[in-house]
């Protein structure tokens, strides 16, 4: 069974940090870009970041460059996004989504991937 699922949201004060995971099951992970998508109440499903299946092939959201950063860890079979100096606008339901032959830009939609998981919420408030 193709599984996705996120861990690590919570709450956390502004300015702090933040690690969410996104984990596979019944698949490889390392052969599938994987991006990381959020959706605050009342407004679309947004992309965050993407990570793609070369070497380099990572992009951001404008709103997210320099503070988020996405790795990979394919011996956990596992993709991250690390968030520092959080903001309250970051704040929202966190997915992690998946698919093959993907090359990661500026363009991508949620259209684009298949596999999704269940997302984790993560609120950043004082």
């Known amino acids: 069974q193709v599984q996705l699922v996120e861990s690590g949201g919570g709450l956390v004060q502004p300015g702090r940090s933040l690690r969410v995971s996104c984990a596979a099951s019944g698949f490889r992970l390392d052969y599938y870009a994987v991006a990381w998508f959020r959706q605050a109440p009342g407004k679309e499903r947004e992309a965050v970041s993407c990570?793609?299946?070369?070497?380099?092939?990572?992009v951001y959201a404008d709103s997210v460059k320099g503070r988020f950063t996405i790795s990979r860890d394919n011996a956990k079979n596992t993709v991250y996004l690390q968030m520092n100096s959080l903001k309250p606008k970051d704040t929202g339901l966190y997915y992690c989504?998946?698919?093959?032959?993907?090359?990661?830009?500026?363009?991508?939609?949620?259209?684009?991937?298949?596999?999704w998981g269940q997302g984790t919420q993560v609120n950043v408030s004082s």
């Open positions: 990570i793609g299946t070369t070497d380099g092939n990572i």
């Open positions: 989504a998946a698919d093959m032959d993907i090359y990661c830009d500026a363009g991508l939609g949620q259209g684009d991937f298949r596999s």
